[in-house]
């Protein structure tokens, strides 16, 4: 007699109250902001957003436990039935008519109840092929419907060692791969299914989410099947020989055709009415405390981690742009090219002139390599020497000697350095700077210009052409500092309505 008036009142409050309600309204803004950025992809430019991400072992009830929070069916079989990260957005509306589409490769598809499962299939295969084979690119899967709670996850392939029905061998490999890129930042959530009817140490899934995550912190554990190992569960979540920080959630799965909203009747007589499960504490059974812990976790995460999204995105910009602003000027025109080309032809000779003729090394300053002046005195020193031995050296002597009036003039400038009195040093290091004289001021500017401007012309036009790595480097940079100014945009907004509610 008791159990149908439970039942019948139960069946009231179940039609007409979502899974969470006191949440949403605050909830909402924010999620909508992560979620934003995650479709900016901004995580590529190693920003983390706080996730919520669902993993556990293959036949661990993962996908029950999802319909149930979602209210729709998802694909169900043999082998792994998820082989993308399948990011699900839900969002609760007043409206009775759900809305669902699958967003994928830059493309919108809508669906409904009925076909979503079939839905998902087919954008699968088109992500990762009509095989068995997983792959990294996410598949978001998007439901505004009454009832549900407000709340992004991330479910995962289920875990397998043994590859089967034509897997691929590394089958293992794989899916860990994927599995730790999602749950081993610090800002991620850890939603680990367990089934009631294993042993918890034992199950692949604790395993790896202990590799990144030791004492649980940001672990939450649903078990499963509940109904179908009643014996000793409440002793085994209470127990803890896992360490699961943020507790343990008990629930049933649905059965068969079974609606959701019977579902949820059934689900809650059991824990109501079934004399081992009744007595598992109330704050750790149901669909609706799960819904209602994971919006509570989501809520708490997204606020700590909210400040640190700004900076990183703020600093990101900022580096970017900086290092933009470093490479060399991009050339539009003809015009541009002419200017810069007459401008370095001029700073390459005042440089030249600089070094060669006056002997200024500001520079180069501890470069000696670079001190022309004092490397020419070197070298016509060093020439000198070898000169004093050979035979017909007296000869040449007295012809220089003839020619010392000349450059008495030479030795009268200031930037000339008289080293040495030989009228042999005087005169090789004057004709050495008179050619580079020569060179500095008329051959060098020419040779550039017959370069530039040869028999085959289009000289300045090439200016224009950067090369491939820089114009890359240029494009890469461009990308990112466009996706980052959109998220700091998404951020602005979000901090900008918080400091309103606040105030």
């Given at each position: 007699?008791?159990?149908?008036?439970?039942?019948?009142?139960?069946?009231?409050?179940?039609?007409?109250?979502?899974?969470?309600?006191?949440?949403?309204?605050?909830?909402?803004?924010?999620?909508?902001?992560?979620?934003?950025?995650?479709?900016?992809?901004?995580?590529?430019?190693?920003?983390?957003?706080?996730?919520?991400?669902?993993?556990?072992?293959?036949?661990?009830?993962?996908?029950?436990?999802?319909?149930?929070?979602?209210?729709?069916?998802?694909?169900?079989?043999?082998?792994?039935?998820?082989?993308?990260?399948?990011i699900m957005r839900l969002q609760h509306v007043p409206n009775p008519n759900a809305e669902i589409y699958l967003d994928f490769h830059g493309k919108i598809v809508p669906t409904d109840e009925p076909c979503v499962s079939e839905a998902i299939i087919l954008a699968t295969d088109?992500?990762?092929?009509?095989?068995?084979?997983?792959?990294?690119?996410?598949?978001?899967?998007?439901?505004?419907?009454?009832?549900?709670?407000?709340?992004?996850?991330?479910?995962?392939?289920?875990?397998?060692?043994?590859?089967?029905?034509?897997?691929?061998?590394?089958?293992?490999?794989?899916?860990?791969?994927?599995?730790?890129?999602?749950?081993?930042?610090?800002?991620?959530?850890?939603?680990?299914?367990?089934?009631?009817?294993?042993?918890?140490p034992t199950c692949e899934s604790i395993r790896m989410s202990q590799r990144v995550d030791r004492f649980g912190q940001r672990t939450l554990a649903v078990v499963t099947k509940a109904d179908k190992a009643p014996e000793g569960l409440r002793e085994k979540v209470t127990a803890?020989?896992?360490?699961?920080?943020?507790?343990?959630?008990?629930?049933?799965?649905?059965?068969?055709?079974?609606?959701?909203?019977?579902?949820?009747?059934?689900?809650?007589?059991?824990?109501?009415?079934?004399?081992?499960?009744?007595?598992?504490?109330?704050?750790?059974?149901?669909?609706?405390?799960?819904?209602?812990?994971?919006?509570?976790?989501?809520?708490?995460?997204?606020?700590?981690?909210?400040?640190?999204?700004?900076?990183?995105?703020?600093?990101?910009?900022?580096?970017?742009?900086?290092?933009?602003?470093?490479?060399?000027?991009?050339?539009?025109?003809?015009?541009?090219?002419?200017?810069?080309?007459?401008?370095?032809?001029?700073?390459?000779?005042?440089?030249?002139?600089?070094?060669?003729?006056?002997?200024?090394?500001?520079?180069?300053?501890?470069?000696?390599?670079?001190?022309?002046?004092?490397?020419?005195?070197?070298?016509?020193?060093?020439?000198?020497?070898?000169?004093?031995?050979?035979?017909?050296?007296?000869?040449?002597?007295?012809?220089?000697?003839?020619?010392?009036?000349?450059?008495?003039?030479?030795?009268?400038?200031?930037?000339?350095?008289?080293?040495?009195?030989?009228?042999?040093?005087?005169?090789?290091?004057?004709?050495?700077?008179?050619?580079?004289?020569?060179?500095?001021?008329?051959?060098?500017?020419?040779?550039?210009?017959?370069?530039?401007?040869?028999?085959?012309?289009?000289?300045?036009?090439?200016?224009?052409?950067?090369?491939?790595?820089?114009?890359?480097?240029?494009?890469?940079?461009?990308?990112?500092?466009?996706?980052?100014?959109?998220?700091?945009?998404?951020?602005?907004?979000?901090?900008?309505?918080?400091?309103?509610?606040?105030?």
């Amino acid at each position: 007699m008791h159990a149908p008036q439970f039942l019948q009142a139960s069946k009231m409050e179940c039609c007409h109250a979502p899974l969470v309600s006191s949440y949403n309204d605050r909830i909402r803004p924010l999620l909508d902001a992560v979620d934003k950025l995650r479709h900016l992809k901004v995580m590529q430019e190693g920003i983390q957003l706080p996730t919520i991400v669902v993993v556990g072992d293959q036949s661990s009830g993962k996908s029950s436990v999802l319909e149930s929070l979602a209210g729709i069916s998802l694909p169900r079989g043999q082998g792994i039935c998820t082989r993308v990260p399948l990011i699900m957005r839900l969002q609760h509306v007043p409206n009775p008519n759900a809305e669902i589409y699958l967003d994928f490769h830059g493309k919108i598809v809508p669906t409904d109840e009925p076909c979503v499962s079939e839905a998902i299939i087919l954008a699968t295969d088109e992500i990762a092929g009509n095989g068995k084979g997983i792959s990294h690119t996410p598949l978001t899967l998007v439901v505004k419907k009454n009832g549900v709670p407000d709340l992004t996850m991330v479910d995962l392939p289920g875990i397998t060692r043994v590859p089967v029905h034509g897997q691929p061998e590394d089958i293992y490999e794989q899916i860990s791969n994927i599995i730790l890129e999602y749950i081993k930042p610090e800002e991620s959530i850890i939603l680990n299914v367990l089934s009631s009817t294993v042993d918890f140490p034992t199950c692949e899934s604790i395993r790896m989410s202990q590799r990144v995550d030791r004492f649980g912190q940001r672990t939450l554990a649903v078990v499963t099947k509940a109904d179908k190992a009643p014996e000793g569960l409440r002793e085994k979540v209470t127990a803890d020989d896992v360490n699961i920080g943020l507790g343990y959630v008990c629930v049933r799965n649905r059965i068969g055709d079974e609606s959701y909203e019977n579902a949820r009747l059934e689900e809650a007589r059991l824990f109501e009415v079934h004399p081992l499960l009744s007595k598992i504490d109330k704050s750790m059974v149901g669909i609706p405390v799960l819904a209602q812990r994971l919006v509570q976790i989501q809520a708490t995460i997204i606020s700590k981690c909210l400040p640190e999204i700004v900076q990183e995105i703020v600093g990101k910009l900022n580096a970017n742009v900086s290092e933009l602003n470093k490479l060399p000027q991009k050339l539009s025109s003809t015009a541009e090219a002419m200017i810069a080309f007459m401008r370095i032809v001029g700073l390459s000779k005042e440089s030249l002139k600089n070094v060669l003729l006056i002997g200024e090394f500001d520079e180069y300053r501890d470069d000696e390599d670079m001190h022309g002046t004092a490397r020419l005195a070197e070298m016509v020193s060093n020439y000198s020497e070898e000169l004093s031995n050979r035979g017909e050296y007296m000869t040449n002597w007295s012809k220089l000697m003839a020619s010392q009036n000349v450059f008495k003039e030479i030795l009268a400038k200031p930037s000339i350095s008289t080293t040495s009195t030989s009228w042999v040093n005087i005169v090789g290091f004057g004709e050495l700077m008179f050619s580079v004289k020569i060179l500095v001021n008329r051959e060098m500017e020419t040779e550039i210009v017959k370069e530039i401007m040869g028999s085959q012309g289009g000289g300045i036009e090439r200016l224009l052409e950067e090369s491939p790595s820089v114009a890359a480097k240029r494009d890469s940079l461009n990308k990112s500092i466009r996706l980052l100014n959109d998220s700091k945009e998404v951020v602005a907004k979000i901090v900008d309505k918080i400091a309103t509610h606040a105030d």
